[in-house]
């Protein structure tokens, strides 16, 4: 029966198919759904890894072990995620491997714009890319078939569009090939001698792998009635078939690593003007013009942010295409955190008190946004702890004072504990500040290390921030309640202050787990509110200025009373 999919389901359902039994993974969006998608499925294992490269490392030993396993990431965590996967090209696998990557082209939720097309054709592995919730329930089927029968790691590169549209797909039976481990040194244990001897053969299957590509069924012609030749892949695909309709002909590629070559030149050769179709960087593009051919990319087509058909018709067409528009004007809404969120008060008063903050991934990167504009420098996972140590070890005791690291409760666990042991081991006098709100909070509230509960949600090892800080080698360990700011300030002065390392523990649940229970909204006391806007300070959505005086939304307001111990006048009071 057919049914409507999200890529991201889509594709977990065709690692259900092929028989996946093991999937660690990292949240990343727009990645995070084809995890807990699988997650729904009793026959396979999974979980939530501390980063991107434990994860790789557990799915590696999974398929070692003989069983079809799976690691799911975005762009950046593949990055963290590298160090594993360029020498398991060398090692091989097993029973199958399939890594997915979810690019954010146009950067939704993501700090950089990074095309890990790169990745996999330095790592010298397989990529396939599909364009719908359909190709990527088959696409992820393909992947162990490939992954086996190429002795390879394969990789399954989404995107933003494919992971969270929808379309219809048509599920199979699930199949489970299981492998016997058989000890093989040579093979698998990649000291130099032994990974001089797997180079050869890591290029033996590449060759073998574009030879494959040039008759392979992801990789198909659709012939128009033009003269006009498109090259194109994922997404832009479908904005070629919309814009162009059969007046093209199209070479539509769904395996972009390697790329074919007898393929493109016929191609090519049938069609009088040659274009590629492909976000971000010029990857197929480049290809061809190093077979030698004229083609048309990014002299028409940008390099950076997301494409649509829109962008399509104007750059090739020079027509706008035709699309509906709400004529109303619409409010902008930049992204806050949340009302009631436990970050606010602790960034209200590194503000107070003009902190440098380095900050770090997750939706406390907020901070940085007005009135708060606390955070001055977000870079990656985890360097917001090894940048403050660098900063105040380069300041000769003149930033340490000042200067402040913050990190969430699982970003730490992710990369931060390494910074942190850097601190300790080569003594700055740095203060680092862990985020603790109970959950993941960025990508939607998944588990980790220190929550207690498994992907699942069932009981599971809890790690005790506290004692890890205190066995790391700091001696001074404070927690904090940010909705408490007098506390908050006073822990705050007295940690800087001092002549050593430190870590400050903010502590609270994020407001929008289901188990936190809150207080009933906030009240003004429209005759004591002076119309100060000192409640403003903070930043919270749940409070406005109406006719000179301060405003509660009901619907919005969780009792958190931060506000009340902003105002001066005692306006803001507690149901």
């Not at 499925?41 to 980063?51: D, L, S, T, V």
């Not at 992820?140 to 394969?154: G, H, Q, W």
Request: charged fraction near 20%; include cysteine.
């Amino acid at each position: 029966m057919k049914e409507l999919m999200l890529g991201n389901k889509a594709a977990a359902r065709g690692l259900y198919e092929a028989g996946c039994c093991f999937i660690s993974s990292y949240p990343g969006t727009p990645s995070t759904e084809i995890t807990e998608e699988a997650a729904k499925y009793p026959e396979i294992y999974c979980e939530w890894a501390p980063n991107e490269k434990v994860a790789m490392e557990a799915a590696f030993g999974a398929c070692l072990a003989g069983k079809r396993a799976f690691c799911g990431m975005k762009h950046v965590g593949l990055n963290v995620a590298a160090d594993p996967l360029y020498t398991m090209s060398y090692t091989g696998v097993n029973a199958g491997f399939v890594i997915a990557v979810a690019d954010d082209a146009g950067m939704h939720s993501s700090q950089n714009e990074q095309d890990s097309r790169h990745h996999a054709i330095a790592a010298k592995v397989p990529m396939l890319e599909p364009s719908d919730s359909a190709e990527a329930l088959e696409f992820a089927k393909l992947a162990y078939e490939l992954s086996e029968t190429f002795d390879t790691p394969v990789i399954l590169k989404m995107c933003t569009r494919v992971a969270h549209s929808q379309s219809v797909v048509e599920p199979g039976e699930r199949t489970v090939p299981v492998k016997t481990y058989e000890k093989n040194i040579a093979k698998y244990v990649m000291m130099p001698g032994n990974a001089k001897r797997r180079h050869p053969i890591v290029e033996e299957r590449t060759a073998k792998l574009t030879e494959y590509a040039e008759t392979a069924p992801v990789n198909r012609i659709e012939w128009g009635t033009g003269k006009v030749g498109i090259i194109t892949s994922s997404t832009s695909y479908q904005y070629v078939k919309e814009v162009f309709g059969d007046t093209v002909s199209v070479l539509k590629l769904g395996m972009v690593n390697p790329l074919p070559v007898k393929l493109i030149l016929d191609f090519a050769a049938s069609v009088e003007e040659l274009i590629v179709v492909e976000e971000l960087d010029p990857i197929i593009e480049n290809h061809c013009k190093a077979l030698g051919l004229t083609v048309h990319g990014k002299d028409k087509l940008p390099i950076i942010d997301e494409f649509s058909q829109s962008l399509l018709a104007e750059k090739l067409c020079g027509t706008a295409k035709e699309s509906v528009s709400l004529n109303v004007p619409v409010p902008v809404r930049p992204p806050v955190m949340c009302a009631g969120c436990p970050h606010r008060g602790l960034f209200y008063t590194l503000n107070k008190n003009k902190c440098t903050v380095l900050g770090d991934i997750g939706c406390y990167t907020l901070g940085a946004v007005a009135p708060l504009s606390a955070i001055e420098m977000t870079l990656c996972m985890g360097a917001s702890v090894s940048a403050v140590h660098g900063f105040n070890k380069a300041g000769d005791g003149q930033n340490e004072h000042h200067t402040v690291a913050v990190i969430g409760d699982s970003t730490f666990m992710h990369s931060g504990m390494t910074g942190l042991a850097n601190i300790a081991y080569n003594q700055s006098n740095s203060t680092v500040i862990i985020l603790d709100n109970s959950i993941t909070g960025m990508t939607g509230h998944q588990q980790n290390p220190t929550t207690g509960f498994n992907l699942r949600g069932d009981p599971a090892g809890k790690i005790d921030l506290e004692a890890l800080c205190t066995a790391m080698g700091f001696e001074r360990v404070r927690v904090v309640d940010p909705y408490d700011l007098k506390q908050c300030d006073t822990v705050l002065k007295e940690e800087l202050a001092a002549d050593a390392p430190s870590v400050i523990i903010s502590r609270r649940p994020c407001a929008l787990l289901k188990y936190v229970k809150h207080k009933p909204p906030v009240r003004v006391d429209a005759e004591k509110c002076r119309g100060c806007k000192s409640c403003m300070r903070i930043g919270c959505p749940a409070i406005s200025i109406k006719n000179g005086k301060a405003v509660i939304d009901n619907t919005l307001c969780v009792g958190c009373g931060v506000c009340t111990q902003l105002c001066a006048f005692g306006a803001f009071c507690e149901n």
